[in-house]
């Protein structure tokens, strides 16, 4: 099983500033890693696949990057609505699909 | 507009069992792998099923083989889990999604709330 690991748990960011976070595989997942955004009470919304494609209505302030065990999501300015917490998936090596622990965005 | 609708969560003993239903419109529900993702109070995400197009292929997480047991029924566009032989650790919000490409979820319920106490 590939074991995802996301760093730091808790990022506090001012709004308009930059984060990054990131997710490490225990192994290479190659390029077949996603990002998904979860706010309180609702459901998981994919942003990112194959480690730097958007998907589908994702503002461009989302950004993936990364390959084999390091990978990166970056908002380039954060808006209001963008404090969630963020995981990612490896779906290279299944199953299982694994996700990372997560990291939760707070306001600075 | 595509929706997926979970129902059949409860409180139910440890050891018994439950069935969960998810039920999908405005897309054509034969064409997608679909899954079950669970979210244990307060924890991340844990996937725990998916299931092929025509139901052929089904693969589950360590932890719940032989327990669950997912299936589908294209005629009434409805996804479902049985679970059986539940423990506490079984206790969590169940998503269903739909599986884009079979591996990203691109569409998700609003879950249902599986709780296994005495």
């Known amino acids: 099983e590939i074991v995802m690991t996301q760093s730091p748990a808790t990022l506090s960011v001012s709004p308009g500033e930059r984060a990054t976070l990131s997710c490490r595989a225990s192994?290479?997942?190659?390029?077949?890693l996603a990002w998904y955004q979860q706010k309180p009470g609702q459901a998981p919304r994919l942003l990112i696949y194959a480690a730097s494609t958007r998907a589908t209505g994702i503002p461009a302030r989302f950004s993936g990057s990364g390959s084999g065990t390091e990978f990166t999501l970056t908002i380039s300015s954060l808006q209001s609505e963008d404090f969630a917490v963020y995981y990612c998936q490896q779906y290279h090596n299944w199953p299982p699909i694994t996700f990372g622990g997560g990291t939760r965005v707070e306001i600075k | 507009e595509v929706q997926l609708v979970e129902s059949g969560g409860g409180l139910v003993q440890p050891g018994g069992s439950l069935r969960l239903s998810c039920a999908a419109s405005?897309?054509?529900?034969?064409?997608?792998?679909m899954t079950w993702v669970r979210q244990a109070p307060g924890r991340g995400l844990e996937w725990v099923a998916k299931?092929?197009?025509?139901?052929?292929?089904?693969y589950y997480v360590d932890s719940v083989k032989g327990r669950f047991t997912i299936s589908r029924d294209n005629a009434k566009n409805s996804l479902y889990l049985q679970m059986d032989s539940l423990r506490a650790d079984d206790t969590a919000l169940y998503y269903c999604?739909?599986?884009?490409?079979?591996?990203?979820?691109?569409?998700w319920g609003q879950g249902t709330l599986v709780t296994v106490s005495s």
């Open positions: 405005g897309f054509t529900f034969s064409d997608y792998w």
């Open positions: 999604a739909r599986a884009q490409w079979q591996h990203l979820y691109d569409y």
């Open positions: 299931i092929k197009q025509d139901g052929s292929e089904k």
């Open positions: 192994q290479s997942v190659n390029i077949y």
